[in-house]
């Protein structure tokens, strides 16, 4: 099986503060319903509020990160599933839940992970 990344940026989920309980409600069904089906791996939001670092190999630790990478942000779900139908039908139950369109990547097969 294939995992996927499903994902959206900050900025796509334009919602009011009174449709926020909603939202997060949906999403969490959403995510009970990918648990109880065997396929979620992992998901979450990346926390705006604490800059991203670099680490070199010497552990060495400083701010900042990768010019290309400057906006990773918003919401990500990584799923297992048997076919690329299958990542389709996710994102749309995300995609409802959230009220905003998500992107689908597929992650390259690596026996060990």
Known sequence: MTKYLISF???AMVVSDAE??????AAHAVVRE?????????GG???ESIPPVMVDAD????????????????????LELPAPE??????ARIAAACRCPQEV???MYDPES
């Open 9 to 11: 940026p900050s900025s």
């Open 20 to 25: 926020l309980p909603a939202v997060s409600d």
């Open 34 to 42: 990918a648990k109880d089906a065997g396929v979620w791996v992992f």
């Open 45 to 47: 939001g990346i926390d």
């Open 59 to 78: 552990g060495r630790v400083t701010e900042g990160t990768y010019p290309e990478t400057m906006k990773i942000e918003g919401g990500y779900t990584v």
């Open 86 to 91: 299958d990542a389709a039908h996710w994102a």
């Open 105 to 107: 990547r597929a992650f």
